[in-house]
Structures are given as C-alpha cells and as structure tokens.
C-alpha cells in the first residue's frame, strides 16, 4: 500500500530530497521495521548493529558540512530522516536525530574551529556521540538556572551535580553540560557550556529504569562529582550558557515534530486500511460510518497541514530566518494535534490497537514524549504569547 505521506513530500520537496526520503524509508522497512516487536518484548535499546547501518548510510551526518566529513545536507534533510524513521519507531529515529539536533548542532553552532575539527568527522561518522545536558531533577522547564555547578580551579573548572532524562547517554562520548558559572550575574548571563568527555574522572552514567516511551532510545542520568575540566572545554563563550541551549532547541523542536508528522503518518495508513477491511453489520466494512471516516480525513487533513508548515519552517531555520516562537508553534501544534487524534485513531480500530503488534500503541505512548520533550507544550505557550501581548 502506497503512504499517504509520501504523496505529499514527492510535492513538497524536491527531487533529490525525495529520492533521499525514500532510501531512509527502505532502510527503515527493512532493517528496523521487521525487527521492533523483538527488541521492544527483550527491552532492548537500538542494537550496535542498526547503529552501525546508520553510520554506514550517512544519518549521523546528515546537515555536517562536507568539509567536517558530513554529508553537506541541511535541516529538511534531517527532518525528512525524522519522517522515514519515525514512521515504524520515534525511539530509533531519535536516535540519530538527538545526536545531530542536540549533540553536534550546538558544536556547529557555537564551537571553536579547533573543537570542529576535533569532533565533527567523528559525530558524523556515528563514531562518537554528544548528549545534550540540559535538564536536572530539579530544573525541567525552568532550566535557565542549573543546579549542577562549574567553579574556577587556576586554569580548570570543577563541575559538581546531576543532569537527567540525556538521551543517547549510553552511547555518549561527551556530554555539554549547562552549568551555573556565575550565580550573582545578570538573567541569561549565569551560565557556561562545557564539553566533558563521558570517561573523564569522576563522570558517572546511569540508564534510567522504567521508561515506557521512545523504548529502543538510551535515556540515561549523568552525575559530576568533582568532574575537572580545562577552560578550553568551554562551548561558547563563558556566560552564555543558556542562549548555546536555547539556539540548539529551535532546530530540535523541528525534528520533534517530525517525530509527531511520523506517527501521524502511521496511524493515518493503519487506520484507514483497517477500516476497509473491519467488518461489521451486514458485511460492510466499518469505513461507511460517518464519525470513522471523519476521524481518517481529520489525520489526512493534520498530515498534509503539517508537513507544509514545518517543511517551510526548515527553509526558514536554513535562511536563520525562524524565531523561537516560530520553532515552539509548530512543535506545539503537531505535537498535540497528532497525539489527540492517535487516541481517536485507536478507538476506530478498537481492540486489535491495544497490542503491541498492531503497532498504534507504540505511537500513542511515543507521541506524549512530543508533547513534553525539548520543551513541555504548556511552558512553551508562554513564549508564543510574548509578541502577541507587545503593543
Ligand atoms: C524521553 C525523554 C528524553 C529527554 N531527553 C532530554 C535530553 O536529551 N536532554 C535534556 O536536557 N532533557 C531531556 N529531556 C527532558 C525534557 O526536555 C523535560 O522533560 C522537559 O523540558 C520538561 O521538564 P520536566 O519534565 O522537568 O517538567 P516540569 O518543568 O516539571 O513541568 C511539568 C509540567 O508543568 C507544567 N509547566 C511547567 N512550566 C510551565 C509554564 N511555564 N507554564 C505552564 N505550565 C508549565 C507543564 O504541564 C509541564 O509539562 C527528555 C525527557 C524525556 C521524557
């Protein structure tokens, strides 16, 4: 059966895109697709082997420029990747997708020469990992002032605390660290991003335990006792912590959504197939009802609405043209719009969609991630009423 989400990216990107969408799709069909129900049954995180593939296809490098040993592309590219992989699993496609729009992205973004040069042949390769350090337990949404430190030690830096919830942690050579720097300094000013190397002395990793979204992706918490750094290790200037964080969030937010068009995707397929074939009372499939179909046109109308708005939001990030608050809408409104018509989705295919091999029951718990991730979608409204509220 055709995807209906293909008939809308063949006109919505051009014809290389294109044809680079559909060789992630294929690799997702056949080397991720027939696995997924295994691995998630053996709770299983991506294996090295599909870990591997990817590296081999290029994914690690999508939007690296050539020169740094990636494949030159650009952020559709990266969200195009979001699209194919996210279809069967967001769990594997985050995978990549957080290396790259959290992990090497504020390296691009913000690093030295001497820290590409360093880092991004091997980012590219999927040889070496970054993981985003952003979160704690206790700053979630309210992250712009961390509870993990860094205190000048002669020419060191000595980080102290606790970052949570860092995905790829398991396969992360690095983490950036938000840490405070200066605590009496003006708001936005308190912070510093550091590149610590996962092995370094007294950096300890733990995978966090009972997770039931995104469950083939590492999610781990990372504890600095006494962690000392050199100054170089700084990314971005000193104090300028939270503006790396926050810049890197406005490409990440794209591919969030990317994750939620995926889904979408899936569920709008899955549901529409089975609801020609369901049948009930007098043998006619339960796609004649009304209310069915209007939950199918719905998806169809979400999917082709959102992919439009964030395919033209990607041309906007290329051209450093997207606001924060354009970034935050779109990921607040495919993230929410897909996972309320999930549920429906799921009620049109009633019982079979509450087991794992039918697949929607993935998406359901994997869409909530969406909602909160890289941003809760509550906290992130109250940066999309700022310009509405100016006079
Ligand atoms: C699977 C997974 C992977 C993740 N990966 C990473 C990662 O790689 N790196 C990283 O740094 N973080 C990561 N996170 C953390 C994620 O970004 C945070 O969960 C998110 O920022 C929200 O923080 P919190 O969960 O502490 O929620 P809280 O800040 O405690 O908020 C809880 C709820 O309170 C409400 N709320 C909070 N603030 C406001 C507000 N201003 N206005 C209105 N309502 C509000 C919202 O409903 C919100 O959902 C990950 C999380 C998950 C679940």
Redesign the pocket.
């Known amino acids: 059966m055709a995807r209906r989400i293909d008939a809308y990216l063949r006109d919505l990107v051009a014809d290389d895109k294109f044809a680079f969408y559909e060789t992630v799709r294929d690799f997702g069909d056949a080397e991720i697709a027939p696995h997924l129900l295994h691995w998630e049954r053996e709770h299983q995180l991506v294996p090295d082997s599909c870990l591997r593939a990817m590296g081999e296809l290029g994914l690690f490098g999508l939007p690296i420029a050539e020169e740094h040993g990636g494949q030159g592309g650009d952020h559709t590219d990266l969200v195009l990747m979001g699209l194919a992989l996210g279809y069967h699993s967001q769990a594997v496609a985050i995978t990549p997708g957080?290396a790259i729009s959290?992990g090497a992205k504020p390296l691009q973004l913000c690093g030295t020469e001497a820290q590409k040069r360093a880092h991004l042949p091997a980012l590219a390769r999927g040889e070496r990992m970054f993981?985003?350090?952003?979160?704690e337990p206790g700053r979630?949404?309210?992250?712009a002032n961390p509870q993990v430190t860094a205190v000048r030690k002669g020419a060191n830096w000595v980080l102290q605390g606790e970052?949570c919830?860092?995905?790829?942690a398991r396969w992360a050579s690095h983490v950036i660290v938000h840490a405070l720097t200066n605590p009496a300094g003006p708001n936005g000013k308190r912070s510093t991003c550091f590149l610590v190397p996962m092995d370094q002395k007294g950096v300890f990793y733990q995978e966090m335990q009972g997770?039931k979204?995104?469950e083939q992706?590492s999610?781990g918490s990372i504890m600095f006792d006494n962690v000392e750094v050199p100054h170089d290790s700084i990314l971005g200037a000193e104090g300028d912590g939270f503006k790396v964080m926050v810049t890197t969030l406005n490409g990440g937010r794209l591919f969030i959504a990317s994750l939620a068009l995926a889904s979408l995707a899936f569920a709008l397929d899955k549901t529409r197939v089975y609801a020609e074939e369901r049948i009930q009372f007098d043998d006619k499939p339960i796609g004649r009802f009304q209310r069915v179909q209007d939950v199918i046109v719905d998806m169809d109308i979400a999917l082709e609405r959102g992919l439009t708005w964030l395919l033209h939001c990607c041309r906007l990030y290329e051209q450093n043209k997207l606001s924060r608050e354009q970034a935050a809408k779109v990921k607040v409104d495919c993230s929410r719009t897909a996972s309320d018509l999930l549920v429906l989705a799921m009620e049109v295919c009633g019982g079979v969609a509450c087991f794992d091999e039918f697949g929607l029951i993935r998406h359901h718990n994997d869409l909530f991630?969406t909602r909160?991730?890289?941003?809760?979608n509550?906290?992130l409204?109250?940066l999309i009423v700022r310009p509405l509220r100016q006079k």
Not at 131 to 135: A, I, N, P, Q
Not at 140 to 143: I, T
Not at 165 to 168: E, G
Not at 372 to 376: D, H, I, L, M, T
């Open positions: 957080a959290l993981v985003f350090g952003l979160s979630g949404s309210d992250a970052k919830w860092s995905t790829n997770k979204v995104w992706s999610t991630v909160v991730g890289e941003g809760s509550f906290a409204k109250d």
